[in-house]
Antibody, heavy 118, light 108 residues
Framework: EVQLVESGGGLVQPGGSLRLSCAASGFTFSSYEMNWVRQAPGKGLEWVSYISSSGSTIYYADSVKGRFTISRDNAKNSLYLQMNSLRAEDTAVYYC???????????WGQGTLVTVSS | SYVLTQPPSVSVAPGQTARITCGGNNIGSKSVHWYQQKPGQAPVLVVYDDSDRPSGIPERFSGSNSGNTATLTISRVEAGDEADYYCQVWDSSSDRVVFGGGTKLTVL
């Protein structure tokens, strides 16, 4: 069974940093593209970042470019999101999700909540 | 940047057919995916590549895509279908995943 389990969320002050992790199992992690998607409370889905299977290609949403860094460790079956210079508007549930052959995003982890507040 | 437009809400009686639209410039040339999200849960893919269903998704869920509109159709709607639905494409011109704003399906 494919499983994605996020961790690392929590309460952080504006301007602070946080590193999210996503542990993958049940599939050959190194063969798949991965994404981070977030959802602010009561709002819709917002794509955050993409990384190719090898890690050589990376894309970011304009809202996080220059502040967030996506990375992966294929030996550890893990995906990461380093978040710096956090703002109140970054408050959201962050999901990691596998990329598919048609650029669909599936499946998704259960999400980890990041709250940016003083 | 590419924009996907969904109606905020759709209401339908049990047993009837719900149609949720997703508008975008020449969206018919893109591959459209649909997700269902119930309260407190992660999204679940219900239709991919315009009209294909992942394993485990009922045949009641179908999709179409042409011109400037993609449509998710849910036949014989059940109370358990009540959820938020999102469309999604890959915008190759900007290398971005794009989601629609979401549609809340209410089963009357």
């Amino acid at each position: 069974e494919v499983q994605l389990v996020e961790s690392g969320g929590g309460l952080v002050q504006p301007g602070g940093s946080l590193r999210l992790s996503c542990a993958a199992s049940g599939f050959t992690f190194s063969s798949y593209e991965m994404n981070w998607v977030r959802q602010a409370p009561g709002k819709g889905l917002e794509w955050v970042s993409y990384i190719s299977s090898s890690g050589s290609t990376i894309y970011y949403a304009d809202s996080v470019k220059g502040r967030f860094t996506i990375s992966r460790d294929n030996a550890k079956n893990s995906l990461y999101l380093q978040m710096n210079s956090l703002r109140a508007e970054d408050t959201a549930v962050y999901y990691c999700a596998r990329g598919g052959d048609w650029n669909e995003v599936d499946p998704w982890g259960q999400g980890t909540l990041v709250t940016v507040s003083s | 940047s590419y924009v996907l437009t969904q109606p905020p809400s759709v209401s339908v009686a049990p047993g009837q057919t719900a149609r949720i639209t997703c508008g975008g410039n020449n969206i018919g040339s893109k591959s459209v995916h649909w997700y269902q999200q119930k309260p407190g849960q992660a999204p679940v893919l219900v239709v991919y590549d315009d009209s294909d269903r992942p394993s485990g998704i009922p045949e009641r869920f179908s999709g179409s895509n042409s011109g400037n509109t993609a449509t998710l159709t849910i036949s014989r709607v059940e109370a358990g279908d009540e959820a938020d639905y999102y469309c999604q494409v890959w915008d190759s011109s900007s290398d971005r995943v794009v989601f629609g704003g979401g549609t809340k399906l209410t089963v009357l």
